[in-house]
């Protein structure tokens, strides 16, 4: 569990949370739509972070499909909210499917920053793969897919990220991938958090700016324009409507199907 920064600051210092890493599946009675592809076992030493040792796997994804009756053979396409290692580690079990992309993202990913480098955003394997898909669609920009699905380009935290929104009949979802990675980012006046296991801990507000940034936004201008993007993009402002690829309730929330 690594220590979050919350807002960007040393608030709830000592608050220690699950950080999931997520993936989602989407429904509609004909498509079967992975938003990112979670985790595999080879990149867990990887990710080790001092005392913080990271679990996850391939088993974890099949395991979920097949509490949906679904196998990997199922999933009709891929959306990426970003290419870093813990969205996409699962790719090249997808390649011969449509994987939308943002263009940015691939050119992020082919050339990173330093500190990009520094941090070990994109691994290796991933260029390799990205070049072997059979039906690639680069997003360049904000599309609607003929599903209804709407991707919006979201700078902040990668030069490609992507927001995916979802109608529903219960109303319009936003998953915002990594900008924010937590949905408490966009609504930070809350006074607690949902965790994992759904119970819920107090964390402090804060109030003095109308987001809380944390330190994996690395562009704080672009990441404003995005956050007010998405909530005028969802059905109301409101945080119900809002999934964070970390946020620690997605483990137990279902929303669709
Ligand atoms: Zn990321």
Known sequence: MPKPSLA???VDEDLLIEFPFTCFLLRNGEENILVDTGMKESYLEQMAIGECHPT????FLLEGLKEEGLTIADITSVIYTHLHYDHCANGE???DIPNY?????????KNPYDFQIAR???FPDTRKWVERLKKLILVNGNVKLANGIELYLSRGHSLGGQTVVVPTAKGRYVLTGDTPNLSWSLFPYQDEMLLADGS???V???TITRFALHNYITDQFSAYDTFYMQLGLAQNPEPE???GSHDPGNIFIKYWG
């Open 8 to 10: 960007g600051g040393d």
């Open 56 to 59: 996850g796997s391939t088993q």
């Open 93 to 95: 079990l997808f390649l």
């Open 101 to 109: 992309i943002q263009k940015a993202e691939i050119e992020n990913m």
């Open 120 to 122: 070990n955003d994109y």
């Open 200 to 202: 819920k801990i107090t």
């Open 204 to 206: 402090t507000p804060v």
């Open 241 to 243: 409507y809002f999934l």
